[in-house]
């Protein structure tokens, strides 16, 4: 991606599945606008794992869970560890903004879950 901030572009991915999570909610969950989440979704978590790396550290996590901050907000996504990335900005667009989906209609669910599931449900907080 050159010179882009990558941590900008997956700022502004979650924020298009928060978008769509809220045209899901206003026309109530329809089939057609749950696929355009289960798209977005897909796109970021493609995003965040082709982009950042790293070592995982269960301290680093736990403070991304106990944080009491936005990983949608760019001065507060700097500070969070390469690594950890992937973790802060789904925790925000999960936990924190409640967005479901469908995770058969998400081809790279897996791979997220296979790569960040032990740690996220290995939190100790």
Avoid at 24 to 48: M, N, P
Avoid at 49 to 65: I, T
Wanted: aromatic share 6%; charged share 25%.
């Amino acid at each position: 991606m050159g010179n882009v901030d990558i941590r900008s572009v997956a700022i502004e991915c979650a924020e298009d599945v928060l978008r769509a999570w809220r045209s899901c909610l206003v026309d109530d969950k329809s089939t057609s606008t749950r696929a355009v989440v289960d798209l977005k979704l897909e796109k970021l978590i493609e995003l965040l794992m082709d982009n950042f790396h790293g070592e995982l550290d269960a301290d680093q996590v736990n403070r991304v869970f106990d944080a009491k901050t936005s990983a949608l907000r760019h001065h507060e996504l700097a500070e969070v560890p390469e690594a950890i990335v992937p973790v802060a900005v789904m925790r925000e667009v999960l936990h924190t903004h409640k967005v479901m989906f469908d995770p058969r209609n998400v081809a790279n669910w897996g791979s997220f879950a296979g790569r960040f599931g032990r740690v996220i449900t290995g939190y100790g907080g």
